[in-house]
C-alpha cells in the first residue's frame, strides 16, 4: 500500500482519482484507500475524494473510520443525500443507531424520495423497534420503486 501511495504521490488528480476507481473496482480496497488519501491531499476540497476513502473503508469492514471521511465529504457539500445516506449505513455498521437515525434523516430532507436513505431509515427503526414507521418507509420505497426486493423482504 506504502508503495502505490509512494508511486502515486506524483501523478495528476485525474489519474489518482482513475487508478484509486480501478483499484475499488478490481476488488484492491486497501490499494484504493491509499490512492484515495494521496488524492484527499493533492485535492483536499474535492468531497468526492474523502467518499471514496470512505466507501474503501466500508469494504475493508472499518466503517467507524468510513463514517469520519463521510463527515469529511459532507462539510464539503453538505447538501449532498447521497453522502449523508453513506455516513448512515456507515455509522449503523459501527452500531452507532441514533446518529445513523439522523443521518438518514438528513438526507431524506434534502431529496424526500431517496430509496437507499428510505431503506437504511426502515432499517434503523426496525431494530429501535418501531414496527409501523419502519414500514412505511419500506412501503414508501416501494411505491417509488415497485420491484426492489429488499424492501419486500424487509415487509416480510
Known sequence: VEY???????????????AALACLDGGAPDLAEAAFRALTLREPTAASAHRGVALSLMRLRRPA???????????????????????????????????????????????????????????????????????ADYRRCLSLAPGLGEAWWSLA
Open 65 to 135: 473510520e468510513a463514517a469520519e471521511s463521510w463527515r469529511r465529504a459532507i462539510a464539503l457539500s453538505p447538501r449532498d443525500a447521497a453522502l449523508h445516506t453513506g455516513r448512515g449505513r456507515a455509522l449503523a455498521a459501527a452500531g452507532r443507531i441514533d446518529e445513523a437515525g439522523k443521518a438518514f434523516d438528513d438526507a431524506l430532507e434534502l431529496k424526500p424520495g431517496l430509496i437507499e436513505a428510505l431503506l437504511g431509515r426502515g432499517h434503523i427503526n426496525r431494530a429501535r423497534g418501531l414496527t409501523e414507521p419502519a414500514i
Open 4 to 18: 502505490v501511495a509512494l508511486q502515486l504521490k506524483h501523478a495528476s488528480a485525474a489519474a489518482l482519482a482513475d
